[in-house]
């Protein structure tokens, strides 16, 4: 009998990937959006306090983990729009 082998995506729950899911989009928004509106909002969700997000990833519970992970990822620029 095979083994079937347990897919990458698979050994995450559903919790994770939704974060996964909207902080990727939020990301993809700042960097591709022609709206200007949507653009801001998407970096004031990745600049804010990301608390929720930061505990379903295991990343530490400051508020700014995850934008400071972005960050040396060097993934977004966030900045705000002037």
Same mark, same amino acid.
């Given at each position: 009998m095979k083994t079937k082998k347990t897919t990458y995506r698979a050994r995450f729950d559903g919790h994770r $990937?939704?974060? =996964? =899911? @909207?902080?990727?989009?939020?990301?993809?928004d700042v960097q #591709? #959006?022609? *709206?200007?509106? !949507? $653009?801001q909002t998407a970096i004031? /969700? %990745?600049?804010? +306090?990301m608390w929720p /997000?930061? +505990? @379903?990833l295991d990343l530490p519970l400051d508020g700014r983990a %995850? *934008? &400071?992970?972005?960050r040396t990822? !060097?993934?977004a620029?966030? &900045?705000p729009l002037g």
């Open positions: $990937r939704l974060a =996964a =899911a @909207v902080i990727i989009q939020a990301v993809k #591709t #959006t022609d *709206c200007k509106q !949507e $653009r004031d /969700f %990745l600049s804010g +306090d /997000f930061s +505990d @379903v %995850l *934008c &400071e992970y972005l990822m !060097e993934i620029s966030i &900045e």
